[in-house]
C-alpha cells in the first residue's frame, strides 16, 4: 500500500525550507568560495580544501583538549570541507547537459554513502586505533581528496572561450613590460 503523504508537501512551508537552504549556503559559503574560486578556478580551490581537510584531522591529534580538537576538526577540517563540497557541483553543470541530474544525484549520492559507511568506519577504527589514531586515519582519509581533485578541469570547450575573453579582442601575444603599459 502506498503511503499518503501530508498536504504541503512541495509547496507553501517546503519552500521557506529550502530558501533557508539558500541563504544558509549564500552566508555561510558563497563568498569565500567564490573568492577562492575566481583567484584559483574550481580544481585550485578543491585542493586547498583538501589540504584543509586533511591538516584539521591531522592537527587534532596534538590537541591537549577538546576545545583544540573543536578548533582544529570544526574549524580548518570543517572549511576544507565547505571548500570542496559546493564548488565542484559547477563542474558537473559544464560537463553535463542531457544526463545533469543523473550525474548530480551520482555526486551527491557520496554524501549519503559516506553517512552510512563512516559511523561502522569509525566505530572500528576507535575500538583498534584509539581517539588519535582515529584522528590521524581520518585525516589521511581526508587527503584523498587531493588526487580526485587533480582529475577536476574545465572542459576544453569552455576554457578556449575564457582565456580568449580574458586576453581581449587585440594582440593576444603582447606582454606587459610595466605598469605604465597597462594604462
Same mark, same amino acid.
Given at each position: 500500500m502506498v503511503e499518503q503523504h501530508a498536504t504541503g508537501v512541495d509547496?507553501? %512551508?517546503?519552500?521557506?525550507?529550502a530558501t533557508s537552504c539558500f541563504m544558509i549556503n549564500f552566508i555561510m559559503a558563497g563568498p569565500l568560495v567564490?573568492?577562492?574560486?575566481q583567484r584559483f578556478g574550481i580544481r585550485g580551490t578543491v585542493l586547498i580544501g583538501g589540504v584543509l581537510a586533511g591538516v584539521g584531522g591531522v592537527l587534532c591529534i596534538l590537541a591537549p583538549n577538546v576545545f583544540w580538537i573543536t578548533m582544529f576538526w570544526g574549524g580548518v577540517h570543517g572549511i576544507g570541507y565547505g571548500l570542496c563540497n559546493i564548488i565542484?557541483?559547477?563542474l558537473?553543470?559544464?560537463?553535463?547537459?542531457? %544526463?545533469?541530474?543523473?550525474a548530480m544525484g551520482f555526486a551527491f549520492s557520496g554524501?549519503?554513502?559516506?553517512?552510512?559507511a563512516f559511523p561502522v568506519i569509525l566505530e572500528l577504527l576507535l575500538q583498534n586505533y584509539d581517539l588519535n589514531g582515529t584522528f590521524l586515519i581520518l585525516g589521511a582519509i581526508s587527503f584523498n581528496v587531493i588526487p580526485c581533485a587533480m582529475l577536476l578541469k574545465t572542459p576544453y570547450w569552455l576554457e578556449t572561450k575564457t582565456k580568449n575573453a580574458i586576453a581581449g579582442p587585440e594582440d593576444r601575444?603582447?606582454?606587459f613590460s610595466s605598469k605604465r603599459d597597462l594604462q
Open positions: 509547496q507553501g %512551508y517546503a519552500w521557506l525550507v567564490g573568492l577562492l574560486g565542484h557541483m559547477l558537473l553543470n559544464e560537463y553535463f547537459d542531457k %544526463y545533469k541530474g543523473t554524501d549519503c554513502f559516506g553517512t552510512f601575444s603582447r606582454k
